[in-house]
């Protein structure tokens, strides 16, 4: 483990709120070596790749070995009415992970387990701080694959939490549709489970779709089962340049509508492109492009090529690139995933603030371009990604941490890409989760009747409010 | 309006429980003629299309005709702490209807109105007593459908309540994936939005799967947003007819264990066949029999039906016989549908009691043949259909509801048929719901820490326990 980076700082927002000593001890004497109150181990568990970087670090991390850790982890807390916050690889975009109320750390890194693989049924069970790579590694063999892939190697247990997506929701959906079933820990320590393994079920209140996406919240998830599929067929890959944005757009909404059953579409622009040919060494069109990739039988894969193409034409774009070879499309989704990170090392030293609207297909052209045009005129480096077949683009605004005046005109930015997505029948967050960044902007979205509705859930559930309190809503 | 086919008996078990008369004349104050305390109209809303024959009737029927309208009913009900039933075209298999503690029966088949159809961002909102016949007749022009069909011609309002799916669910899913957002009024009368048009959203609890499937215990759903489809550019039907049901369900089990992505595909046995064959005055061989549809480009959709064609040959199944025409496939889907009407006639004055578990597919052949040899064994007739490629099939005990003998080896059967599935990994209900029926089997399969957290959440949002109560749990 590496020390973070960047010093913690106490600012007034965010007061330090030590755990009792007793709880420390008790804690301590049930777990021994597995508890740490080392002070670079807690400044590594107190922050995350969002742009907060002020909030004081949890008072210890406990890593979790088992369910029974998780239990008797939750139950000490609960005792003492301290708050719980599971962690899974760091990667959150919104600050999930910080001890804005002080807390327990709860790593769940060592629950790392594939615990089964049915690959006869198409699902798998995994303990949640198994990562998205590693569950693929593991059940290669099977010819099956696991598809969400937020662009961090995040764990399952915080994808679970975030109700993540990535390149592949488009065709297969997000965690939302591909979560089966949980184990979970609830707020007083007991394990529940919350469904079966059968693709479908009418029976009772969807508990496992209320934990998907709770952040956290409502208890600690320590065991998913997952919908997984038959590798296709026939992959291909191809990107296009394009003009523009607006006809990179263009193509991906008409793409949509007419059904054709792309398996990824992305958008990088420009800016993201340099980015990524110097991080990854690679020698792009620095121009508006999408990144394509078909699944299917080797005809059906060939067909939806040429549709997609045909669209792309009639809308100015160039003639596809194909990456033919495993390798070639893994070098090319690699460097997909790895845009953010190259965006963020372009400028050294700074911090991203992302936005992750998502708005319906017919209105992603309003959404992106206006946004795209208020970047370019802020003078504020920044970089444009996009899930665009699912109507969702995140801007990141590369900002000096240290520059209020710039954090300030980014949050502003933020707020009119929110402000405009919530005007076109859209939401604030299509995939990172509301977290610390995004509270007000999901009561502007949600209203305040069911923002009351969320509290009283969690309140019911969560009485002592010690689980990961001051996430989603303040 | 019809009468009631049979007249409603009080119980011990089920006590008459009559609305205060200070309700009733609330009611009639603020909905006049919209309110209707006549014995024949009651009662037909006192039942539905379950073997529960034994319960009294609500004490009134609203019929509601907006969102205000709900609102003022369940504001009066809530005021006087009186049971609130929504009803939507009565087409309920486990009782859901039933004024089991008592009730105002909320009518919502004037709330019909397809309210927008954004046939560009393949989304529709409708009200919930719109049919699904209805929003697909409505939606006609724009060459877009909407897929989730169970057999009846069920109110989308109700199809939401009970998490509802049908034969196209192996392709589309079920309401669970396509119902984007909702509004719903709550038990204290309020007016809440639980998502937007967006696809995919990570803004907070997933408040719109929370009502999916709660059997209007947590509130009334008064517009639904779903998703909508492209019609395919290709469309092919086949049915293939097999020695035995094993073999049917062994190329069922390889077809999806492959991937192939096919629309639908359901079993009906040898009894299906010859009630439907009467009914519907077709010749189809009386055998165990698939029923197929294939949707995709011309080539994908023959590429499809070859593959699955080869699986059934290998497997001792017939020559596909095709339904190429729109005219084919209609007749071939509304026998299909009508099997359970067909099935109920062919015993005149019965009853039927349905079991309703999906497990996971490879588990398929094991809960379906020991099903079938057990109610050869019982001597009640019966039938058996199935949406086989999510592992859900029906077994249709067709009993005299006034033989209590009979009624209890059905019982038995059914708890057989469950207790089996959930060995299986499977649950009791994959589309019908919980209703009356299943709160046993509820347990059992959730165990007691999900249903307390069940019971938490419905105390939580509904203090005064007047929505739809004494469904899903006691």
Chains 1, 2 share one sequence.
Request: glycine residues 8%.
């Amino acid at each position: 483990m590496n020390a973070p980076t960047q010093p913690a700082h106490v600012t007034p927002q965010y007061p330090q709120r030590e755990a009792p000593a007793a709880l420390i001890e008790a804690l301590s004497q049930r777990f021994g070596t597995q508890l740490s109150t080392a002070m670079a181990v807690r400044e590594l568990h107190g922050r995350d790749e969002s742009a907060f970087t002020t909030v004081p670090p949890p008072s210890a991390v406990v890593f979790a070995e088992s369910t029974n850790d998780v239990q008797d982890a939750v139950k000490l807390c609960a005792e003492h009415k301290f708050p719980v916050i599971p962690y899974g690889v760091g990667s959150s975009l919104e600050g999930h992970l910080l001890a804005v109320q002080g807390g327990i750390s709860l790593d769940l890194t060592r629950m790392n387990k594939v615990l089964s693989v049915n690959a006869e049924d198409l699902t798998v069970t995994v303990q949640p701080g198994v990562t998205r790579k590693q569950l693929n590694d593991d059940i290669k063999s099977t010819s099956l694959f696991f598809p969400i892939d937020p662009g961090a190697d995040a764990s399952i247990g915080g994808m679970t939490a975030t109700r993540a997506s990535g390149t592949n929701a488009v065709r297969y959906g997000t965690m939302r549709e591909n979560v089966l079933a949980l184990e979970v820990v609830t707020a007083s320590g007991e394990v529940i489970r919350t469904g079966t393994r059968a693709r479908k079920s009418s029976a009772g209140y969807d508990l496992t779709r209320l934990f998907v996406g709770s952040e956290g919240t409502l208890g600690v998830v320590t065991e998913i089962t997952l919908r997984i599929y038959p590798l296709p067929e026939a992959v291909s890959a191809a990107i296009c340049s394009f003009p523009s944005i607006a006809e990179a757009v263009n193509t991906v909404i008409s793409t949509i509508q007419i059904g054709v059953p792309i398996a990824r579409v992305e958008l990088i622009d420009a800016n993201s492109v340099r980015a990524v040919n110097r991080h990854s060494k690679l020698t792009l069109r620095e121009e508006p492009m999408l990144l394509m990739e078909f699944h299917g039988s080797p005809a059906s894969v060939k067909e939806q090529a040429e549709m997609v193409q045909e669209i792309a034409r009639d809308n100015g774009g160039a003639d596809f690139e194909w990456a033919d070879t495993p390798e070639d499309r893994t070098r090319l989704w690699t460097a997909r995933h790895n845009a953010y990170f190259a965006a963020v090392q372009s400028r050294p030293g700074c911090r991203c603030i992302t936005t992750d609207t998502c708005v319906p297909i017919s209105r992603l052209a309003d959404a992106l371009l206006d946004s795209v045009r208020e970047a370019d005129e802020s003078g504020i480096p920044y970089f444009l990604v996009g899930h665009v077949g699912d109507g969702n683009f995140h801007m990141g605004y590369l900002i000096d941490p240290d520059d209020d005046a710039e954090r300030a005109r980014a949050e502003q930015l933020n707020h009119q890409v929110v402000t405009r997505a919530l005007q076109l029948g859209g939401t604030c967050t299509g995939e990172h989760g509301v977290g610390l960044h995004k509270m007000d902007f999901l009561v502007e979205e949600a209203g305040g009747g069911a923002i009351n509705m969320m509290r009283t859930i969690k309140r019911a559930l969560d009485p002592d409010n010690i689980m990961n309190p001051g996430k989603v809503f303040s």
